[in-house]
T-cell receptor, first 111, second 114 residues
Framework: GESVGLHLPTLSVQEGDNSIINCAYS??????FIWYKQESGKGPQFIIDIRSNMDKRQGQRVTVLLNKTVKHLSLQIAATQPGDSAVYFCADKYNNNDMRFGAGTRLTVKP | NAGVTQTPKFRILKIGQSMTLQCAQD?????MYWYRQDPGMGLKLIYY???????DKGEVPNGYNVSRSTTEDFPLRLELAAPSQTSVYFCASRISVTGLTEAFFGQGTRLTVV
């Protein structure tokens, strides 16, 4: 069936470096994507979203890139900080009422 | 605003017991959701509601029931707890005007069935 997925389950980066978290989706009809951050013991928290009529969207220290040709989504975090350590989920639009979530990538920031 | 509030935070149930997970939001969101998250996995949708009086099944509804008598509250009921229902449960809500928007999540309820 249709699904979203992540290329790597874990990612370790040095503090101050840039992080790139990748996500592949299979539903070519998906027109809306969200990145969530989940810290240990907490619920997911919205980071940034992007609609399919865009290739790139920037927030504060984060950028999401969407490549519809290869059905790939990435989240870039600039100057990664210890507070960025968390599990990051991508989600794509499943229908008008819901999103489907990938398994997540655990980002660890080394001091 | 408190956002999305879930109670309890932790619970241990014996097989066959029942319980209700509470969820309340004070943002006047029309959409509410219940997800479960198993270790190392993403979120699976159990049930959702697009407004008071309306509920629909998600991806994994078996063993659960919901009701939505008010805009604010969306309780999840487990009637006969089974070990397979050991998981972390998240409630979420969002406003729907045109298309999808981001959801706001509660802190989660960690349920263990023994």
């Amino acid at each position: 069936g249709e699904s979203v997925g992540l290329h790597l389950p874990t990612l370790s980066v040095q503090e101050g470096d840039n992080s790139i978290i990748n996500c592949a989706y299979s539903n070519s009809a998906s027109d809306y994507f969200i990145w969530y951050k989940q810290e240990s013991g907490k619920g997911p928290q919205f980071i940034i979203d992007i609609r399919s009529n865009m290739d790139k969207r920037q927030g504060q220290r984060v950028t999401v890139l969407l490549n519809k040709t290869v059905k790939h989504l990435s989240l870039q975090i600039a100057a990664t900080q210890p507070g960025d350590s968390a599990v990051y989920f991508c989600a794509d639009k499943y229908n008008n009422n819901d999103m489907r979530f990938g398994a997540g990538t655990r980002l660890t920031v080394k001091p | 605003n408190a956002g999305v509030t879930q109670t309890p935070k932790f619970r241990i149930l014996k097989i066959g017991q029942s319980m209700t997970l509470q969820c309340a939001q004070d943002m006047n969101h029309n959409y509410m959701y219940w997800y479960r998250q198993d270790p190392g996995m993403g979120l699976k949708l159990i049930y959702y509601s697009v407004g008071a009086g309306i509920t629909d099944k998600g991806e994994v509804p078996n063993g659960y029931n919901v009701s939505r008598s008010t805009t604010e509250d969306f309780p999840l009921r487990l009637e006969l707890a089974a070990p397979s229902q050991t998981s972390v449960y998240f409630c979420a809500s969002r406003i729907s005007v045109t298309g999808l928007t981001e959801a706001f999540f509660g802190q989660g309820t960690r349920l263990t069935v023994v």
